[in-house]
């Protein structure tokens, strides 16, 4: 059962444009929600991270719009650079252990 | 920031010998350290928690005597990849959870390349 659903697998987009991932949890439990970034070859970095008291967190270029009700969350990337070409991960955790439970992960691609 | 270092970064071994990969948090105490595995364009897979001064925690399907785990400080835990085969090469990544102030954020190593011939 896949417990934290993401979409879509893979994403281009144009220089400056927006970039847009969301993903759905199932689990009431779930009260931390990070979003990693990982390049080829490197280990996944923390990005930015939301909790279920606020429904918007941004940083810099990235936001994060959390819907409780919905059980969703996503990761809007402004102004897209190709530098912000890696592999994106949504992840969700719960309970105090705050051991992720990972999306399938997108493929960001961003035209020059 | 919070760092968690691994080493070695990639490394080739033999079938059949053993291998040692290590995570360390450079900066920050960690009770709690994670070993996930992953492949080519997938998802990581959690395989086991560390947990300073006693035994690793593993999921299903992980052979605890294939990959032993010790975390022997707060600052290191060691993965060890017991009689190595082929099938067994991946990416190793840690990671370690940060309790400082409150936090409870996990921050990843940069991960370790395997390669057993």
């Known amino acids: 059962q896949q417990q934290v659903k993401q979409s879509p697998q893979s994403l281009i987009v144009q220089k400056g444009g927006i970039s847009i991932i969301n993903c759905a949890y199932e689990?009431?439990?779930?009260?931390?929600f990070p979003w990693y970034q990982q390049f080829p070859g490197k280990g996944p970095a923390l990005l930015i991270a939301?909790?279920?008291?606020?429904s918007e967190k941004k940083e810099g270029r990235f936001t994060i719009s959390f819907n409780k009700s919905a059980k969703q969350f996503s990761l809007h990337i402004m102004d897209s650079q190709p530098g912000d070409s890696a592999t994106y991960f949504c992840?969700?955790?719960?309970?105090?252990?705050?051991?992720?439970?990972f999306g399938r992960g997108t493929s960001l691609i961003v035209h020059p | 920031g919070a760092v968690v270092s691994q080493h070695p970064s990639r490394v080739i071994c033999k079938s059949g010998t053993s291998v040692k990969i290590e995570c360390r948090s450079l900066?920050?105490?960690?009770?709690?350290m994670f070993w996930y595995r992953q492949f080519p364009k997938k998802s990581l897979m959690l395989m086991a928690t560390?947990?300073?001064?006693?035994?690793?925690?593993?999921e299903q399907g992980v052979e605890k005597d294939k990959f032993l785990i010790n975390h022997a400080s707060l600052t290191l835990s060691t993965l060890t990849v017991t009689s190595a085969h082929p099938e067994d090469s991946s990416f190793y990544i840690c990671?370690?959870?940060?309790?400082?102030?409150?936090?409870?954020?996990?921050?990843f190593g940069e991960g370790s390349w395997l390669t057993v011939v």
């Open positions: 689990n009431t439990a779930f009260d931390y």
């Open positions: 990671s370690a959870r940060d309790n400082g102030g409150g936090g409870n954020t996990i921050y």
């Open positions: 939301i909790r279920p008291d606020v």
């Open positions: 900066d920050f105490q960690a009770t709690t």
């Open positions: 560390s947990n300073e001064g006693s035994k690793a925690t593993y």
């Open positions: 992840a969700a955790a719960s309970g105090g252990s705050y051991i992720p439970t």
